[in-house]
């Protein structure tokens, strides 16, 4: 893959998800990529350590959520201009 700005790959993020591509989501990760979630809910973990346990989880959240996403406007990236 070639190198990617950090907007980039949250756009790409975007794009695997909702195509519901949990595989090339967890290939934007290095094997030993990391996630930490700050705010979990009961029995869900607060970090995910490795391309194994980040598929995992992905694939149990997409099981559940898949179908209730229907944006393709990220909330997260936004351009702005500067203000004068």
């Known amino acids: 893959m070639a190198h990617l700005t950090p907007a980039q790959v949250l756009e790409r993020r ?19 990529g990391v996630i930490e979630i700050p ?15 980040i598929r995992d989880y992905s694939r149990r ?9 229907t944006s393709t406007r990220s ?3 936004t351009p702005t201009t500067p203000r004068s």
């Open 61 to 69: 959240i997409a099981a559940s959520a898949y179908g209730s996403t």
């Open 14 to 32: 975007r794009e695997l998800l909702l195509n519901q591509d949990t595989e090339g989501f967890v290939d934007l990760f290095a094997p030993g």
């Open 39 to 53: 705010f979990t809910g009961p029995d869900l973990p607060a970090r995910l350590d490795g391309q194994q346990a």
């Open 75 to 77: 909330p997260f990236i």
